[in-house]
T-cell receptor, first 109, second 114 residues
Framework: GQNIDQPTEMTATEGAIVQINCTYQTSGFNGLFWYQQHAGEAPTFLSYNVLDGLEEKGRFSSFLSRSKGYSYLLLKELQMKDSASYLCAVNDSWGKLQFGAGTQVVVTP | DAMVIQNPRYQVTQFGKPVTLSCSQTLNHNVMYWYQQKSSQAPKLLFHYYDKDFNNEADTPDNFQSRRPNTSFCFLDIRSPGLGDAAMYLC?????????????FGPGTRLLVL
C-alpha cells in the first residue's frame, strides 16, 4: 500500500530554522517532490530529489535517503511569508504523485 | 506568463445539480490532472489525460467525469454533487508522464454544495 507520513504542524519563530520530515512507503519510487501551499491557493513546486543527498536552493534545502524511505525539507532564515502547508509527494512507478497530508508551518514574530 | 488557469475560483451548487469546472493551460503540456483536496488532507488524484488518452483512478466515483476537447482545455463534470463532494478541485499539468516530471497547479476551484 501507499503511506506517506509527515507531521501535522510545526511552529517556529522568524529567522529560525525548521526541518520537516517525510517518511514514505510506496509502490515504486521515481523521486520525491516538495510543494508549498498557502491557504486557499495552489501548491507550488519547491524541490525534486531522485538521488540520495542534499539539494540546496537558496533558503530551502531538501534531503533524500532512498534506503530509509526518508526525506526532509529544511527552511532557513524563516520569514512570515513562509507560513504555509508543505506537501511531500512521491513519484510512483506510474509517474503519478502520491501526496502526504501536508505539514502546516506557523511562523511567529 | 505560461500558466494553468481555473474558472471559476469559487462555485456554489445545489445538492444533485450538475456542475462543470474548467481548466486551461498555456504551457502546451501533454498531461492534465484533476485532484480533489479536502480541508487538511492530501490532494487525491481523480483522473488524468495523457494527450487524448483518459486514465481514471480505480476509486474515483462514477459521479465524476472529465473531458479534454483539445490540448489547452480540460473539464471536470460532477453529475450529481453530494455534500461530500464539497472540496477544492485542483487542475495540474506536466510536460510528460513519468518519473521526475514536475506538475504545475492552477489556483483551484473551491466547490460548495448546498
Amino acid at each position: 500500500g501507499q503511506n506517506i507520513d509527515q507531521p501535522t504542524e510545526m511552529t517556529a519563530t522568524e529567522g529560525a530554522i525548521v526541518q520537516i520530515n517525510c517518511t514514505y512507503q510506496t509502490s515504486g519510487f521515481n523521486g520525491l517532490f516538495w510543494y508549498q501551499q498557502h491557504a486557499g491557493e495552489a501548491p507550488t513546486f519547491l524541490s525534486y530529489n531522485v538521488l540520495d543527498g542534499l539539494e540546496e536552493k537558496g533558503r530551502f534545502s531538501s534531503f533524500l535517503s532512498r534506503s530509509k524511505g526518508y526525506s526532509y525539507l529544511l527552511l532557513k532564515e524563516l520569514q512570515m511569508k513562509d507560513s504555509a502547508s508543505y506537501l511531500c509527494a512521491v513519484n510512483d512507478s506510474w509517474g503519478k504523485l502520491q501526496f502526504g497530508a501536508g505539514t502546516q508551518v506557523v511562523v511567529t514574530p | 506568463d505560461a500558466m494553468v488557469i481555473q474558472n471559476p475560483r469559487y462555485q456554489v451548487t445545489q445538492f444533485g445539480k450538475p456542475v462543470t469546472l474548467s481548466c486551461s493551460q498555456t504551457l502546451n503540456h501533454n498531461v492534465m490532472y484533476w485532484y480533489q483536496q479536502k480541508s487538511s488532507q492530501a490532494p487525491k488524484l481523480l483522473f488524468h489525460y495523457y494527450d487524448k488518452d483518459f486514465n481514471n483512478e480505480a476509486d474515483t466515483p462514477d459521479n465524476f467525469q472529465s473531458r479534454r476537447p483539445n490540448t489547452s482545455f480540460c473539464f471536470l463534470d460532477i453529475r450529481s454533487p453530494g455534500l461530500g463532494d464539497a472540496a477544492m478541485y485542483l487542475c495540474a499539468t506536466s510536460r510528460d508522464r513519468g518519473g521526475g516530471e514536475t506538475q504545475y497547479f492552477g489556483p483551484g476551484t473551491r466547490l460548495l454544495v448546498l
